[in-house]
């Protein structure tokens, strides 16, 4: 077994069906040299009796576990992957053709151990509210900046969406930190870049992003990434986080510089923009 995917998921059912059909129809790779290890992480739709009752061509590996969040279930999918690589693959990441095609393509190619970032890119067939849309647009101008050179990847850009790596690799860190339902996977990644593990950005390696997230859901993540930062700087051994975003808190659009100076301790305030912020994008989408 070449590689092993594993993909968390919960009460996601339409949507991990969308991705397992993807995977099913894969090119350029024998369905021998892949498995797929889905870990339902304490569904309550009917996740649990589809994995169990399928019927597929894949070599689907179903896990099915008590609610743990993201991390704890990489880690179960972890542990029982076979593949001497893993690419996690999220629940709402449609599979281009030849994405396990392209990841493998370059793992071989390098002699030292690598972790190897495919885009997740917005599909054209899919409703995404005004606020997924603006994520995805700076996701894609990561992208963007990796594909023309300006950035070098980094672990800053280790989203397990779509990303492959040694097996080995993973093990000899621990896996994820659970302790974490955010940004657990900048974390281990910062753990694995100081091991000397190197990242490669491969814009071929494509999956479509079928993102869904209320209002509140997305505004729970930036806060939940800042927060984590601190911990990451003070109690993780990463103090250079801190200093990174200090320098770079001037690169930032006018608008959203002000809107932070603003509303920093101003809870009221801060309310009162987010809702009008959020009747702006409301009104925008309809337009």
């Known amino acids: 077994m070449k590689i092993s995917l594993v993909i968390p998921t919960y009460n996601r059912l339409d949507s991990l069906k969308r991705v397992l059909s993807g995977l099913e129809n894969q090119v350029d790779v ?46 179960s999918g972890i542990n029982a992957a076979s593949g001497e690589l893993v690419l996690f693959l999220d629940d709402d990441v449609y599979p281009t053709p030849r994405l396990i095609a392209e990841h493998l393509q370059v793992q071989s190619s390098y002699t030292e151990d690598v972790a190897v970032l495919g885009p997740m890119l917005t599909p054209d067939d899919f409703d995404m509210a005004p606020w ?30 779509n990303t492959s790596l040694p097996r080995k690799c ?21 753990r694995l870049a100081g091991a000397g593990l ?69 809870p009221s305030l801060s309310q009162i923009f987010t809702n009008g912020l959020l009747q702006i994008a409301q009104k925008a989408k309809q337009i």
Not at 57 to 66: A, C, M, R, T, Y
Not at 144 to 155: H, I, L, N, S, V
Not at 204 to 218: D, I, M, P
């Open 198 to 266: 190197k990242f490669v950005y491969h814009e071929k390696a494509v999956g479509y992003h079928y993102a869904h997230r209320s209002f509140a859901s997305w505004l729970d993540i930036p806060y939940a990434y800042g927060k984590n930062d601190v911990i990451f700087a003070l109690q993780k051994g990463q103090g250079w986080l801190l200093t990174t975003i200090w320098r770079e808190f001037p690169q930032r659009n006018l608008g959203i510089r002000t809107l932070v100076r603003l509303c920093l301790n101003r």
């Open 30 to 75: 024998a369905l021998s040299d892949f498995e797929v290890v889905v870990i339902s992480d304490g569904a309550t739709d009917d996740t649990n009796e589809y994995l169990t009752t399928i019927t597929t061509p894949l070599n689907l590996v179903p896990i099915l576990q008590k609610n743990g969040g993201a991390a704890a279930a990489r880690n």
């Open 132 to 161: 997924v849309l603006w994520e995805q647009a700076m996701l894609e101008k990561q992208y963007t900046a990796m594909r023309e050179g300006e950035w070098e990847p980094t672990a800053r850009q280790f989203f397990t969406g």
């Open 170 to 190: 993973l093990l000899e860190q621990g896996g994820f930190d659970t302790q974490f339902r955010r940004a657990e996977d900048v974390e281990l990644a910062y």
